[in-house]
């Protein structure tokens, strides 16, 4: 089976700054991370002021691709300014803005016409944990994306696995925890097609931090990480990648 290559990405959601970007680009060029690929996906204003650094992506896409839908950015207008990933679904997205599988289904499809590579965000909240409909759950999340793209559509797309519970709580789920549902996304992947499933990097995100990453980037099914809190810290965000790059 080939090795995937582990992939750490920065979510800076609503926060950064001109010189934050500076600093994370100066402070990216000077490391030396042959084994992981590194991705920030700052605020979309601040996507072309990264001269170098990191790879860069945005946090969410427009489902149109022109128009008049003011404030909205598309896929196109991302991937112009040198983003070549975009994060879709993200359950403050489904949460706070009420997008329910088929938008993120539909905004997946426009990622990947744009040329950009989705990162679908599944994940479930501590209620539906304790429920037991966990599996269904992510079930759901994932079939809406395949019944409109088709398997061929994750060839070149990554999955994030975010229990809602983790995010921004300081709780990161145990590696244990996080294992068993990548393990069960990779077989839902294998379900459809073999070649997909040993392919596609499944993230973690959920309060990844520098003591709490490498445990969890050494389970079998964990390809890397979607970090919040922690990629805003230069020097944290750098010992996470650093515990990827192993
Ligand atoms: P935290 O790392 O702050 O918990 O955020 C995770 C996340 O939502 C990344 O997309």
């Given at each position: 089976?080939?090795?995937?290559?582990k992939l750490v990405a920065g979510n800076w959601k609503l926060n950064g700054s001109l010189s934050l970007v500076s600093l994370f680009e100066k402070g990216l060029d000077n490391v030396n991370l042959p084994n992981v690929d590194v991705v920030i996906c700052p605020p979309a204003v601040y996507i072309p002021s990264f001269k170098s650094g990191p790879v860069l992506g945005g946090q969410n896409l427009a489902v149109n691709d022109c128009g008049a839908f003011t404030g909205e950015i598309s896929g196109e207008q991302l991937a112009s300014v040198g983003a070549k990933y975009v994060i879709v679904g993200h359950s403050e997205r489904r949460e706070l803005f009420f997008e329910d599988n088929q938008l993120v289904a539909a905004k997946f499809a426009r990622a990947q016409n744009a040329g950009l590579v989705p990162i679908l965000c599944v994940g479930e909240s501590l209620e539906t944990r304790k429920s037991g409909d966990l599996f269904a759950f992510i079930n759901a999340q994932l079939q809406a994306v395949l019944d409109l793209v088709g398997?061929?559509?994750?060839?070149n797309a990554i999955v994030a696995y975010e229990p809602i519970w983790a995010i921004g709580t300081g709780e990161t789920a145990t590696p244990a925890q996080a294992q068993e549902v990548h393990e069960f996304i990779r077989a839902w992947f294998a379900k459809h097609d073999q070649a997909c499933?040993?392919?596609v990097k499944i993230l973690y995100g959920g309060s990844v931090n520098a003591s709490t990453a490498p445990e969890l980037f050494a389970q079998p099914d964990i390809d890397g990480g979607l970090v919040g809190g922690?990629?805003?810290k230069l020097e944290e965000f750098i010992t996470i990648c650093t515990a990827a790059n192993k």
């Open positions: 089976m080939a090795q995937r290559r398997i061929s559509g994750f060839t499933a040993e392919s922690a990629s805003l």
